[in-house]
């Protein structure tokens, strides 16, 4: 099951303004950010995309926290993160199913990971989403 894309959950998805790059890098450095936010499920590493747009690591760093507002590896956590998130809301999805779908490999590890972005365990935020929803369909 492929998660649908959706909003951020803050204001980073997007561009964060014109790439600071010559027009070669433009194109290449759009299509790394498209790759990052759209292949985040399959292991992605630097150097490879780097190789992959014809840019050096250093400069896929620098044009890419230019075009973005941070670094690749915080927006793939930040994408990652979002995915779980939206997939949690599912009910009767399982964290193991959701870990391996959006890119953390075992539901440790995302575990791991959603208490350090949130706060709160998977379970911990299900729970507050679920009776934020319910609140909010009872026009509460």
């Known amino acids: ?13 997007e561009f964060a303004g014109e790439i600071n790059a010559p027009a070669a890098n433009q194109h290449n ?18 150097p490879v995309l780097a190789r992959e747009s014809g840019m050096s690591v250093r400069t896929l760093y620098r044009a890419y926290r230019s075009a973005t ?16 998130a939206q997939m949690l809301m599912e009910p009767g999805l399982k964290l193991e199913p959701i ?10 590890n995302l575990c791991r990971r959603f208490k350090e972005h949130f706060g709160l365990t ?19």
């Open 29 to 46: 450095i759009a299509r790394v950010i498209r790759q990052v936010r759209q292949n985040y499920a399959q292991p992605i590493t630097v």
């Open 1 to 13: 099951m492929r998660a649908k894309p959706m909003k951020s959950l803050d204001n980073h998805h």
């Open 69 to 84: 507002g941070t670094t690749i590896a915080k927006d793939l956590a930040r994408r990652r993160i979002e995915v779980a």
């Open 122 to 140: 998977p379970g911990q935020w299900r729970s507050a989403a679920n009776q934020a929803s319910k609140i909010q369909s009872a026009g509460v």
């Open 99 to 108: 870990a391996i779908e959006a890119g953390f490999g075992n539901a440790k």
